[in-house]
């Protein structure tokens, strides 16, 4: 190689974006293929995608449930684990929104611990988020042939104001068809620990999405948050619809053929 090559391949890697990925328990444990699809859409966007192994949970289960001494526990381990990367990638706004918006105040009582956090939450995206708005992705180059419909979770959303960036990605995926949903903002029926919590008020949530989402005459639903697409994706099954639930991230990174729906197995 010359030197002017090897300059410009150095350049390159300077270039580069060290991006921690975090991985998500519901995603590590049950759908382990949109985290494989995060890597993929985040190396396409020319980052260098590191995946530490001391990861954990985020913590939220415990924060959201009062416990505020392993939720603290959690997020140090989050912050040790994920604060030398140049930003954290979640596929989840729930996840990512644990992180940014309450790891600093969760750690208030630590000075030197809640500064870290400060930076560790200036420097976390949504996955989505994150493609669109810090990479510029406009075309992941992929095919979907078939109408779609999206659910907004309450957290990405909410919290981290995500509602353009998905559908952005989805206009220029070749084939796809996006019919929004009538109320779409609305929660599903999920919120962690609020569905074991207050199951038949979930219950009855989650019903009147479905019949919303089966009311598009879309074949699939896509949304950003594995929480809310399980429990969707179990509603609807359980009322006999043909409609199939997936991550945006697999589509994004053409890896549909490769993985059943949420909730299906290989035939």
């Known amino acids: 190689m010359s030197d002017m090559a090897q300059k410009d391949t150095d350049k390159k890697n300077m270039d580069k974006k060290n991006v921690g990925l975090f991985v998500t328990c519901l995603v590590d444990l049950t759908r382990p293929s949109v985290g494989f699809a995060t890597a993929r859409l985040l190396e396409a966007g020319g980052c260098t995608v590191h995946v530490p192994d001391s990861q954990t949970c985020c913590g939220q289960p415990a924060y959201n449930a009062g416990d505020k001494v392993d939720a603290q526990a959690l997020a140090r381990n989050v912050i040790t684990a994920f604060e030398d990367f140049d930003y954290i990638v979640a596929p989840s706004g729930s996840c990512a929104g644990m992180i940014r918006e309450h790891f600093p105040a969760l750690l208030a009582e630590d000075e030197k611990m809640s500064a870290r956090a400060q930076g560790v939450a200036a420097k976390t995206y949504e996955l989505m988020e994150f493609l669109h708005d810090v990479l510029g992705v406009s075309d992941t180059g992929t095919t ?19 509602k353009e960036q998905p559908r952005a990605l989805m206009a220029a995926v070749d084939g796809l068809s996006l019919k929004e949903l009538d109320d779409g903002e609305s929660c599903c029926g999920f919120g962690g620990l609020f569905s074991v919590k207050y199951p038949d008020i979930s219950g009855k949530i989650v019903d009147d999405k479905a019949e919303a989402i089966e009311k598009t005459g879309a074949d699939v639903l896509l949304g950003g948050d ?42």
Do not use: W
């Open 144 to 162: 979907f042939q078939g109408a779609v419909t999206y659910q907004d979770s309450c957290a990405g959303l909410r919290e981290l104001g995500i």
């Open 226 to 267: 594995l929480g809310c697409l399980m429990n969707i994706a179990g509603r609807l099954q359980r009322r006999g619809s043909p409609v199939k639930v997936r991550h945006l991230a697999e589509v994004l990174a053409g890896m549909t053929g490769d993985v059943p729906p949420i909730g299906e197995t290989k035939e």
